[in-house]
Nanobody, 125 residues
Framework: QVQLVESGGDSVQAGGSLRLSCIVS????????IAWFRQPPGKEREAVAA????????YYADSAQGRFTISQDYAKKTVYLQMANLKPEDTAMYYC??????????????????WGQGTQVTVSS
């Protein structure tokens, strides 16, 4: 069974930084897309960033470009989301997801089959 376990969420002040971690089952880490999505309170889930672990190649939503960095540690089967200069509008539940599909649009949530439980990020002004 594929498992994704997120950690690193916290409450921070605007301008602060956080690093989220997602540990992925070893059988789902190789040559696959792993992505971070978020769901702000009362809003729909939206893409943040994705990585093709076989590259790695990275993809970013406009809201994350320049402030967030997605990376991987292949040996630890872990994907990170380093977030800097956090803003109150970054407040959301952050989810890690993995795709089992052959053809994927990296930032489209419908292309992801496996999801973690989420980790909460709260940014206060």
């Amino acid at each position: 069974q594929v498992q994704l376990v997120e950690s690193g969420g916290d409450s921070v002040q605007a301008g602060g930084s956080l690093r989220l971690s997602c540990i992925v089952s070893p059988d789902r880490f190789s040559n696959t897309y792993i992505a971070w999505f978020r769901q702000p309170p009362g809003k729909e889930r939206e893409a943040v960033a994705a990585i093709w672990t076989g590259g790695p190649t990275t993809y970013y939503a406009d809201s994350a470009q320049g402030r967030f960095t997605i990376s991987q540690d292949y040996a630890k089967k872990t994907v990170y989301l380093q977030m800097a200069n956090l803003k109150p509008e970054d407040t959301a539940m952050y989810y890690c997801a993995a795709s089992a599909r052959e053809f994927v649009k990296p930032l489209r949530p419908e292309d992801y089959n496996y999801w973690g439980q989420g980790t909460q990020v709260t940014v206060s002004s």
